[in-house]
């Protein structure tokens, strides 16, 4: 089975969006093998035991909220508390961490694929901000040899 054939005829790799345009981040970016999530943010962290974040306002579930702010690293900046509406920057505690390879629009093996949104090849642990939950179809990584290697 191809690429193609999974995706359906409509499929046109030059009507995606640009991966700057969903903010798409690489694997080694994201620096969480288990996808990206607040409590691996470098503006998260703890108040009263509760998670904050120094951006988005108040409560943050660390294991599974994530919002297109994530920035992967340790907190060490100061703890004042954010003043952006969760529904702004795309807060949401729906679903596993995200990562490309646990989302809706990917198709590929555990290492590349590619995106039913996004233009050029996707790796498995990137992410974006069009993330969505679903489970991923498998092809190994020499499935993908039909598609060009430019990035569109």
């Keep these: 089975?191809?690429?193609?054939?999974?995706?359906?005829?409509g499929y046109n790799h030059h009507e995606k969006l640009a991966k700057p345009a969903v903010l798409y981040f690489p694997a080694k970016d994201i620096?969480?093998?288990g996808g990206a999530h607040c409590g691996a943010c470098m503006m998260f962290f703890k108040s009263k035991d509760e998670g904050r974040c120094t951006v988005v306002e108040g409560k943050i579930d660390g294991p599974t909220g994530?919002?297109?702010?994530?920035?992967?690293?340790?907190?060490?900046?100061?703890?004042?508390?954010?003043?952006?509406d969760k529904s702004v920057v795309g807060y949401t505690e729906d679903?596993?961490?995200?990562?490309c390879g646990n989302c809706e629009y990917y198709v590929g093996g555990p290492k590349l694929g590619i995106c039913k949104k996004v233009a050029g090849r996707i790796e498995f642990h990137g992410?974006?901000?069009?993330?969505?939950?679903k489970e991923s179809i498998e092809l190994d990584d020499d499935d993908l040899d039909d598609l060009p290697d430019e990035e569109c």
Excluded: F, R
């Excluded at 089975?1 to 005829?9: A, C, E, N, R, T």
């Excluded at 679903?95 to 990562?99: A, E, K, L, R």
């Excluded at 992410?127 to 939950?133: K, T």
């Design 31 to 33: 620096g969480e093998k």
């Design 66 to 84: 994530v919002c297109g702010l994530y920035v992967h690293g340790e907190h060490v900046g100061p703890t004042m508390e954010g003043t952006i």
């Design 95 to 99: 679903g596993p961490p995200t990562q």
């Design 127 to 133: 992410c974006c901000n069009a993330w969505e939950a």
């Design 1 to 9: 089975m191809s690429v193609k054939d999974i995706l359906g005829s």
